[in-house]
């Protein structure tokens, strides 16, 4: 039985050739594990630290399709669409990913996670079929959704879209944009209704980044990379036909796709905080020092490790299970937020401690793989880089809101609609 990619011509762009996989879960394990070991670019970290911004974005696109042409790039699609993994093989894919230390998709994130499930569950058959192949054959995208004075309150955006002829004109700003340099298309929240409650006058657009009126500036972070962008858009025309769901209903579309796929990318992250950070950590723990010590030796520093280890383990296990109940649609509303807030929090603290332990020298390491995570063993840069876990997305304390009122049912703060 195949589980890569869907039948041979079922959709335009897809591939041609069904790589076959194993049934059984041993024998899948083994064979992904053999397939990294063969696929998985030798020195990959070293010699993507440092490198031009073309360079990487060849990388990518390259890693990319290397992963599609096995069946790997895209197993939480459905099968008619390239995917169709059964869920416990998925678990064991990213496992084994993580474990070799693949390289991440750090280019195509935004368009096979919240790109793919805003078309799959919102979107219409013509939408899918323009842009599902694409993503599959390379196409890129970005989120815009924060603005300058709507981070955590994002129904507080002001960018709006008003209907002209058969499109809309497309006025604003948007923020924290990753990867936007590189983006062809952008998924755009923007006001449509401005009498409307800030809630429910929001629509969903899918904007062409290479059409006029659009200005994407990079903005220079602490660790000098420039992944985040602003996007400036000034009478951009956007067609009517590229409406995702009703108009007015973009802020339901949001929150059902953001948390169907949040799932998989968890899932993806706490595996690789298990394996490549978790590694490198020990390994700095257990580095004699200048003294001729070892961190290691010292109990309070094993204590910390151990605890640590057992909340990562605790996260993985979190993870699976989310998959799994989001598989058969057991998912509660508040699911996500509580895996997103212990991963972040637990990223955060780890790579706190890595820092903690690398000492003053670990703050002249000031360069890290450029298709890496936020587990990189370049501790300050990791650390530095955790914070975009608890503040994008949705706060901690966004988080701990969603927990308390909608898992919880606790009382909802008195804000408008």
Known sequence: MTHGSASPGSRPGLSSTAPSWPDDLGEFRVAVREWCREHV???????????????????????????????????????????????????VLYQELAARDAPRLVLAFVAIHHAASTLLVAGTDAQRRRHLPAILDGEIWVQGFSEPEAGSDLAALRTTARRQGEGYLVNGQKLWASGALHADWCLLLARTDSHAPKRRGISYLLLDMRGPGI???????????????????????????????????????????????????????????????????????????????????????????AALETEITGLRALCRDLVERHAVGAVGPADASIVKLQYSELLQRTMDFGVEIAGPAGHTVLAKPASGGWESGAWLLDFIGSWEWTIPGGTSEIQRTIIGERGLGLPREPVGD
């Open 215 to 305: 200005d994407v500036r990079p903005i220079r972070g602490a660790t000098g990379g420039a992944h985040f962008c602003e996007i400036f858009l000034d009478d951009v025309v956007v067609p009517a036909a590229n409406l995702v769901g009703r108009v007015n209903e973009g802020w339901r579309v949001a929150q059902r796709t953001l948390g169907a796929e949040r799932g998989t990318t968890m899932l993806e992250l706490a595996e690789r905080l298990g394996n490549a950070g978790f590694r490198w950590l020990v390994e700095a723990c257990a580095r004699t020092g200048p003294h001729g010590r070892r961190p290691l030796d010292d109990p309070r520093v094993a204590d910390r490790l």
């Open 41 to 91: 670019p030798a020195q990959w970290r070293r010699n993507q630290t440092g490198v031009p911004e073309a360079e990487f974005v060849v990388f990518q696109k390259e890693w990319f399709q290397r992963l599609r042409g096995a069946g790997l790039a895209v197993p939480h699609w459905p099968r008619e669409w390239g995917g169709g993994m059964p869920v416990a093989h998925q678990i």
